[in-house]
């Protein structure tokens, strides 16, 4: 080593980062000085704790020309460590937007009326789960010295009402059918019904959630309220779709203008009926009219109250149309029908149909399962005989359970058409001339007023009676 060529190595000012990820070095003296020793250098970096990085190339720069770097020169880089990945809950549902906006169709054209996202979820579904942290990868400093890689934040779930979380603290459940809501602190909650504190238009959009609906309002032309539960409206209903798998309750009534429907697997109450298609699985309970619409009824249509009127249009039920008066002076056709409903015997008639398919493949099963039986009896069966033993076997179990199904069903429908002989149509007041009565297949037309009647099928014809 040439000591005149190479200067004290206080003259070489080390630094290294606060991170510990870069060490750098500094020539402070004033002399244009010669090149330094490489290994020199080294041994100086070594003094200062610095181990890990070192930059051969940077220290081969520095050694050749000192006085150019009088500012810091990077000569050792640490590994930086990995990042982890904080923990978060997943939600397993469609997120209602903070903002609605409306829907794009297929074709372009924009839905301005499906601007809302209801958070549906059903009883036992999994609407959340945790997804735990990663911790990161420590790195490791130019003093070789491991680095930790920030600290990761866990994630909690944090069940509200309606809902539980299972023995892991790792998933979250519903317990109710309902609409997910977050409430304080971001719990999470289930609640059964869905409410539009106003009416269900632009503003709000479509409806179609799994628990019960209530609108704080109207139903305005165009748009659909559907629900898996029940209905309520405080208002009235336009030319929109309202289904419900339970019933419907409308505070005021439904003026339609031959638009839309109201449909209920159950019954539907309100006030009057305008112009409106309506059908209801029940009973079908109007407290004041029902004017030129087409109404049905699984089990009876009753308009029997204050004024109690029918005129117009088409009135269905399966069993029994109660009112207070049907049809009006100037003749109006009116058609009340009663009786099975065609949908009952066409739905018998298939069940019957099904049936005989059902016991012929029953059949054929029960003979394949025999002859495996008899071979099962003598010998130990191959595996794929076997597997068609098993395979014969849920057969017959699923098709025993379809047959159930039918036969179950086939006996409520029989009982409907039994009591079809009960059907009738009833008039606390009058029924006035151009109204039609039809009971089963048989009809009869009114052409004089009567009062105080009710309408039966008896031996063959349909006989008006006085109401005693």
Do not use: W
Not at 203 to 219: C, E, H, T
Not at 317 to 334: F, K, L, Q, S, W
Request: proline fraction near 4%; include cysteine.
């Amino acid at each position: 080593m040439n000591e005149a060529l190479n200067p004290s190595v206080n003259l070489i000012a080390v630094t290294i980062s606060a991170d510990k990820l870069s060490a750098s070095i500094a020539y402070t003296g004033k002399e244009d000085l010669g090149p330094y020793d490489i290994e020199q250098l080294r041994q100086l970096l070594r003094a200062n704790g610095i181990k890990h990085g070192i930059m051969d190339d940077q220290l081969a720069r520095f050694a050749a020309n000192p006085t150019a770097y009088t500012r810091p020169l990077v000569v050792a880089q640490g590994d930086p460590p990995e990042p982890g990945v904080d923990g978060r809950i997943e939600y397993l549902f469609q997120k209602e937007d903070d903002s609605p906006r409306p829907q794009v169709l297929d074709d372009g054209r924009v839905d301005y009326r499906d601007v809302r996202r209801i958070n549906n979820v059903k009883k036992g579904q999994v609407i959340a789960q945790r997804i735990e942290a990663v911790d990161g990868i420590p790195g490791k400093g130019v003093t070789g010295e491991p680095i930790p890689p920030p600290k990761v934040k866990e994630a909690y779930l944090k069940p509200g009402k309606n809902v539980v979380v299972d023995d892991n603290l790792m998933r979250m459940y519903a317990v109710i059918d309902g609409m997910v809501t977050f409430t304080e602190q971001d719990k999470v909650n289930v609640f059964p019904v869905f409410e539009v504190n106003g009416d269900v238009d632009y503003r709000s959009g479509n409806i179609d959630f799994v628990g019960n609906v209530v609108v704080r309002g109207n139903v305005i032309s165009g748009f659909k309220v559907k629900a898996e539960g029940d209905i309520r409206i405080t208002g009235s209903v336009e030319g929109a779709e309202i289904i419900a798998a339970g019933s419907i309750e409308i505070g005021e009534g439904i003026v339609a203008h031959n638009k839309g429907i109201v449909k209920a697997a159950k019954s539907i109450r309100c006030s009057f009926i305008q112009d409106a298609n309506v059908e209801a699985g029940e009973d079908l309970i109007v407290n004041q009219s029902i004017m030129h619409s087409n109404v049905r009824a699984g089990r009876a249509v009753i308009c029997n109250g204050a004024k109690g009127l029918i005129v117009g249009g088409i009135v269905q039920a399966g069993e029994a149309v109660i009112a207070r008066t049907i049809g009006n002076m100037t003749h109006t056709p009116t058609s009340i029908e009663v009786g099975v409903m065609p949908e009952v015997r066409n739905e018998l008639n298939e069940l019957y149909k099904n049936m005989r398919t059902l016991s012929e493949n029953l059949d054929k099963t029960e003979k394949g399962l025999k002859i495996l039986e008899q071979m099962a009896s003598g010998a130990p069966l191959p595996p794929d005989k076997q597997e068609l033993l098993s395979k014969f076997q849920r057969t017959r179990r699923q098709l025993r359970e379809q047959q159930a199904i039918s036969r179950e069903r086939i006996q409520e429908l029989e009982h409907i058409i039994e009591n079809a002989d009960l059907a009738k149509v009833e008039v606390g007041g009058v029924i006035y001339g151009g109204s039609k009565i039809v009971i089963g297949r048989y009809t009869r037309f009114i052409k004089d007023a009567a009062q105080h009647v009710v309408f039966r099928y008896e031996d063959g014809e349909i006989t008006m009676q006085a109401i005693t």
